[in-house]
Nanobody, 129 residues
Framework: QVQLVESGGGLVQPGGSLRLSCAAS????????IGWFRQAPGKEREGVSC????????YYTGSVKGRFTISRDNAKKTVYLQMDSLKPEDTAVYYC??????????????????????WGKGTLVTVSS
């Protein structure tokens, strides 16, 4: 049974940092692309960043490029999202997601735009002074 559990959310001031973690279980994480998505109140879900299964190629949506960094530790079955220089508009529930395959950056980009098969329950990030 595929399980994804997010942690690391919380309240942070503008300009601050947070690191989200996604602990995966129930599947061979090496063979899955993993992504971070977010949904702010009243807005549609947005793909934030995704990482390929094969070579660790990464995709970022434009608004977070240069501020967020995705990484994966397959041995620990964990994917991270380091978020720096946070802005109030980053406030949202952040979800971890997974989908089998996603070996190329082109495939990962599509997955990040349209969503993945398996989802966690989310963790709330609030950026406010």
């Amino acid at each position: 049974q595929v399980q994804l559990v997010e942690s690391g959310g919380g309240l942070v001031q503008p300009g601050g940092s947070l690191r989200l973690s996604c602990a995966a279980s129930g599947f061979n994480v090496d063979l899955y692309a993993i992504g971070w998505f977010r949904q702010a109140p009243g807005k549609e879900r947005e793909g934030v960043s995704c990482i390929s299964s094969k070579d660790g190629s990464t995709y970022y949506t434009g608004s977070v490029k240069g501020r967020f960094t995705i990484s994966r530790d397959n041995a620990k079955k964990t994917v991270y999202l380091q978020m720096d220089s946070l802005k109030p508009e980053d406030t949202a529930v952040y979800y971890c997601a997974a989908q089998a395959g996603g070996q190329s950056i082109d495939t990962v980009r599509v997955m990040c735009i349209y969503g993945m098969d398996y989802w966690g329950k989310g963790t709330l990030v609030t950026v406010s002074s």
